[in-house]
Nanobody, 124 residues
Framework: QVQLVESGGGLVQAGESLRLSCAAS????????MGWFRQAPGYEREFVAA????????NYADSVKGRFTISRDNAKNTVYLQMNSLKPEDTAVYYC?????????????????WGQGTQVTVSS
């Protein structure tokens, strides 16, 4: 079992940057594939990025590729999402998630643990 807590959300202007953090409790953080998902009002949960247990493999949604970077520090039990060149359409609640299997999955249904989310608002 793992508990996840997101932080770093806020209100920024289009073109600016933000870094989200997800802190995990537990001693087995390195055993989990980690992902970021987002959900805007009236929309279904959407994949953003995911990273392998070692940090050597990443997957990104086409909508964020080249702008966002996912990374992890297993010694700190933390995964990050660096968001650059933010757009109004990036506005959403961002969720950190963990899965026990090894696949760097884009499917939110395959993730086992979830944080409470952090709000990101990008003004135009």
């Amino acid at each position: 079992q793992v508990q996840l807590v997101e932080s770093g959300g806020g209100l920024v202007q289009a073109g600016e940057s933000l870094r989200l953090s997800c802190a995990a409790s537990g001693r087995t953080f390195g055993s989990y594939v980690m992902g970021w998902f987002r959900q805007a009002p009236g929309y279904e949960r959407e994949f953003v990025a995911a990273i392998s247990r070692s940090g050597r493999t990443t997957n990104y949604a086409d909508s964020v590729k080249g702008r966002f970077t996912i990374s992890r520090d297993n010694a700190k039990n933390t995964v990050y999402l660096q968001m650059n060149s933010l757009k109004p359409e990036d506005t959403a609640v961002y969720y950190c998630a963990a899965r026990t299997g090894p696949l760097v999955s884009i499917d939110y249904r395959s993730y086992d643990y979830w944080g409470q989310g952090t709000q990101v608002t990008v003004s135009s």
